[in-house]
């Protein structure tokens, strides 16, 4: 049987949040930019205290700066932006070495159509998904975050992971259906031996 290794994408292979910074490509930077930048940085603080939750967070920035994108043009802007020098790469994603005998998975709460064409074909993309309604505005399809993200990797099949790379406490659901956990702390890399241990590190 395949080994299955499963990474974050968000400060574990790169070096910053990159939806942020595709809601920043998207944009000519103008006043009503910034504006709607100031607003969304705020929101983001909120989320930081638990005050919003992450898919509110979300939906506020598809609202502030893709609402009223075409669906061709927005997927021109999610390729654009996955070729872009807007993403940065972390150690880790620059040292991957991928191995035919272990299945690989990110599992993002980033949008998965930017993110796929950063990966080899055979890499298993799940990540949140934009679509539009029937005004033709951009709206969220699916949040891939916290407790979503196992259910996410099990409708693929997968209910244990044998390794998993993250930077993030919000992933202690994946955590609970690994073997072995590795904490990305920058270029740095702390393996923990159970699920406590990484709970441990993050109450530090």
Avoid: W
Avoid at 129 to 156: M, S, W
């Amino acid at each position: 049987m395949k080994k299955t290794v499963v990474f974050d994408f968000d400060k574990t292979l790169t070096m910053h949040d990159t939806l942020l910074s595709f809601f920043c490509f998207n944009e000519k930077k103008t006043l009503l930019f910034f504006f709607k930048f100031c607003i969304y940085i705020l929101c983001m603080v909120l989320t930081k205290f638990n005050i919003i939750h992450n898919i509110s967070l979300k939906k506020i920035g598809i609202y502030l700066f893709l609402r009223h994108i075409n669906l061709s043009h927005l997927n021109d802007k999610l390729q654009e932006f996955s070729e872009s020098d807007y993403v940065q790469y972390s150690k880790l994603y620059k040292g991957l070495i991928f191995d035919t005998n272990t299945n690989y998975y990110v599992v993002s709460a980033s949008f998965e159509e930017y993110i796929k064409p950063m990966f080899p074909g055979f890499v298993q993309i799940i990540g949140s998904k934009l679509t539009q309604d029937r005004k033709n505005r951009t709206v969220l399809e699916y949040n891939c975050f916290g407790k979503d993200k196992p259910i996410a990797l099990l409708r693929h099949g997968i209910n244990h992971i044998d390794e998993f790379y993250t930077d993030s406490y919000d992933d202690l659901p994946l955590a609970k259906i690994s073997k072995n956990i590795i904490i990305v702390d920058g270029d740095n890399l702390i393996r923990c031996n159970n699920v406590y241990e990484f709970i441990e590190f993050f109450k530090r």
